[in-house]
């Protein structure tokens, strides 16, 4: 033992017999501005994410966040898994 009490050896042994798997998320992120971010049933159409500010929200904190979206400081964005994008694309 070396260290912080660190026992080299075990953590040789560990690792050596650890197995590490990895998969690829199915699920993007659309930003204002990509193609999918607008939806539409046919009649209206609507961004799929927004931001909301309550009635109740001081006058103060609202003058913050409209400063913040206008210079890009926070934004909307939405998540869609890959299935539903093929989906969306399909029916267009």
């Not at 197995?19 to 204002?32: A, M, V």
Request: glycine fraction near 6%.
């Amino acid at each position: 033992m070396i260290g912080y009490g660190i026992d080299l050896e075990f953590l040789k042994c560990y690792t050596d017999s650890m197995n590490i798997t990895s998969s690829k998320s199915t699920i993007k992120t659309i930003k204002q501005g990509d193609p999918n971010f607008i939806i539409t049933d046919g009649f209206f159409q609507s961004h799929r994410a927004s931001i909301n500010i309550s009635q109740n929200c001081p006058e103060k904190y609202k003058d913050i966040i409209v400063e913040c979206l206008r210079k890009g400081w926070v934004s909307p964005i939405a998540h869609i898994t890959e299935r539903e994008m093929i989906i969306t694309g399909l029916l267009k």
